[in-house]
């Protein structure tokens, strides 16, 4: 038994425990290079596995309609407060449950029915909820895609410009989940203001870098901003909707009465803590770090014969084509990991393939920085990345590279202090 995991769950219910501990072991001695995962601290864990899960504060801090919630309250302000502190906003929601949800109830805010709305396509790094014919915004509402460029593969703000004229949207979303370069947030609230309409930005993958004053920040100039706070936030998994002022109750009561009911008051409890994190020192030298082995990372893929899409990455993340090596994105992402190397299979732009078995790859580095590695390491797993996809029927190769990955995970325990990492 590990030393994570309680005895009292092992008495209760074996099998669950089982599970458990199988996924811790998968954690500790993999490589972990999802861009939308990281790694909690155990304080957000402590906090998400307590006693505050057994209360229900249906409401607002003051407005409850349940007994009892004197604490709930003072925790969840104590969440506002750290939140609007850290990113400096005028309003911050932080009872959603999820990033879908916070979209949900953004639209919610700000449209009816039938009401158009432009977003970034699917197929060229936008998230399900800007637009999907086969998600509810691509259902309730009438989204027109935007995407990017086939010269360089990069928004191209002129087109996304002609598109809003054309189309006269109500709302326009900005943000991504599989790109991999700077938003010009500036550029999207010019062209929303030219046409009427609301601003949306969702930085669900980005904000940690915002927070760490590394990307441009649209809280600013947006009219609603959306986030996950479990990406390069390194909270729980959940999500906050930042606003302006005057969009305030707009906000809550699109939240709830709206969209939820009972909020999460332990995810709240840990959103909480992890604003605490993000305000302490080390978090800006750790944001700081991703991004230099996201491009270290992405420079080692690139000797390794795949292709990059925009040619490298200003973030956290890297889009890579790997039908250079005469593989799609599923059969990379499983060949990897068999070798303890973990991505996800991912659509490049203007793809030829499906979205089920795409071109592209989409690593990124949140989590493996969590754990203190840094350039040396990027290089080192870049050339092992290359080596099991240049031979992919060698199951050899793959059990080699797996090998020296417990190697190299045992050397940076997951859990060592996250406020100072190495």
Same mark, same amino acid.
């Given at each position: 038994?590990?030393?994570?995991?309680?005895?009292?769950?092992?008495?209760?219910?074996?099998?669950?425990?089982?599970?458990?501990?199988?996924?811790?072991?998968?954690?500790?001695?993999?490589?972990?290079?999802?861009p939308s995962e990281n790694y909690a601290s155990r304080a957000v864990l402590q906090t998400m596995g307590s006693i505050l899960t057994n209360k229900y504060a249906e409401g607002y801090p003051g407005e409850?309609?349940?007994?009892?919630?004197?604490?709930?309250?003072?925790?969840?302000?104590?969440?506002?407060?750290?939140?609007?502190?850290?990113?400096?906003?005028?309003?911050?929601?932080?009872?959603?449950?999820?990033?879908?949800? /916070?979209?949900?109830?953004?639209?919610?805010?700000?449209? =009816?029915?039938? &009401? !158009?709305?432009?977003?970034?396509? *699917?197929?060229? #790094?936008?998230?399900?909820?800007?637009?999907?014919?086969?998600?509810?915004?691509?259902?309730?509402?009438?989204?027109?895609?935007?995407?990017?460029?086939?010269?360089?593969?990069?928004?191209?703000?002129?087109?996304?410009?002609?598109?809003?004229?054309?189309?006269?949207?109500?709302?326009?979303?900005?943000?991504?989940?599989?790109?991999?370069?700077?938003?010009?947030?500036?550029?999207?609230?010019?062209?929303?203001?030219?046409?009427?309409?609301?601003?949306?930005?969702?930085?669900?993958?980005?904000?940690?870098?915002?927070?760490?004053?590394?990307?441009?920040?649209?809280?600013?100039?947006?009219?609603?901003?959306?986030?996950?706070?479990?990406?390069?936030?390194?909270?729980?998994?959940? /999500?906050?909707?930042?606003?302006?002022?005057?969009?305030? =109750?707009?906000? &809550? !009561?699109?939240?709830?009465?709206? *969209?939820?009911? #009972?909020?999460?008051?332990?995810?709240?409890?840990?959103?909480?803590?992890?604003?605490?994190?993000?305000?302490?020192?080390?978090?800006?030298?750790?944001?700081?770090?991703?991004?230099?082995?996201?491009?270290?990372?992405?420079?080692?893929?690139?000797?390794?014969?795949?292709?990059?899409?925009?040619?490298?990455?200003?973030?956290?993340?890297?889009?890579?084509?790997?039908?250079?090596?005469?593989?799609?994105?599923?059969?990379?992402?499983?060949?990897?990991?068999?070798?303890?190397?973990?991505?996800?299979?991912?659509?490049?732009?203007?793809?030829?393939?499906?979205?089920?078995?795409?071109?592209?790859?989409?690593?990124?580095?949140?989590?493996?920085?969590?754990?203190?590695?840094?350039?040396?390491?990027?290089?080192?797993?870049?050339?092992?990345?290359?080596?099991?996809? !240049?031979?992919?029927?060698?199951?050899?190769?793959?059990?080699?590279?797996?090998?020296?990955?417990?190697?190299?995970?045992?050397?940076?325990?997951?859990?060592?202090?996250?406020?100072?990492?190495?």
């Amino acid at each position: 038994m590990s030393t994570y995991m309680d005895a009292q769950l092992f008495q209760t219910d074996p099998q669950i425990a089982k599970l458990m501990e199988g996924e811790y072991e998968r954690q500790t001695t993999c490589l972990m290079m999802i861009p939308s995962e990281n790694y909690a601290s155990r304080a957000v864990l402590q906090t998400m596995g307590s006693i505050l899960t057994n209360k229900y504060a249906e409401g607002y801090p003051g407005e409850r309609y349940y007994n009892g919630c004197a604490f709930y309250d003072m925790l969840e302000n104590l969440a506002i407060e750290r939140a609007r502190k850290l990113f400096k906003a005028e309003h911050v929601n932080v009872q959603l449950h999820t990033g879908t949800s /916070a979209n949900y109830a953004a639209y919610y805010a700000f449209l =009816e029915l039938g &009401d !158009k709305v432009m977003g970034m396509s *699917t197929a060229h #790094g936008g998230h399900l909820t800007h637009g999907k014919d086969l998600n509810f915004s691509g259902r309730f509402y009438e989204f027109h895609s935007y995407g990017v460029s086939k010269k360089d593969e990069r928004l191209d703000y002129d087109e996304i410009r002609s598109i809003a004229k054309k189309v006269k949207p109500k709302l326009i979303v900005c943000g991504a989940s599989a790109y991999p370069r700077t938003v010009d947030f500036e550029k999207f609230r010019e062209i929303a203001d030219e046409v009427g309409a609301f601003l949306m930005a969702d930085i669900a993958h980005i904000v940690g870098l915002i927070a760490a004053g590394l990307h441009p920040d649209p809280i600013k100039v947006a009219d609603v901003v959306t986030t996950t706070t479990h990406k390069t936030l390194r909270g729980p998994r959940g /999500a906050i909707i930042f606003c302006k002022r005057q969009y305030a =109750e707009k906000i &809550d !009561k699109a939240v709830f009465p709206g *969209t939820q009911a #009972g909020p999460l008051m332990h995810q709240i409890a840990a959103k909480a803590v992890c604003f605490k994190e993000a305000q302490s020192f080390g978090f800006k030298e750790y944001q700081n770090q991703v991004v230099k082995n996201a491009a270290v990372l992405a420079d080692g893929l690139k000797d390794q014969g795949l292709r990059l899409v925009t040619g490298g990455t200003d973030n956290h993340l890297v889009l890579a084509d790997v039908t250079p090596l005469k593989l799609n994105g599923k059969d990379a992402a499983d060949l990897l990991e068999e070798a303890g190397i973990v991505v996800n299979c991912n659509l490049i732009p203007f793809d030829k393939r499906s979205a089920m078995s795409p071109s592209g790859i989409r690593p990124g580095t949140p989590a493996l920085t969590t754990r203190g590695m840094k350039e040396e390491e990027m290089t080192q797993i870049a050339k092992w990345i290359g080596e099991v996809l !240049k031979k992919p029927k060698k199951e050899s190769v793959r059990i080699a590279v797996r090998q020296q990955v417990r190697e190299m995970c045992e050397q940076f325990p997951i859990y060592h202090d996250l406020l100072n990492w190495r």
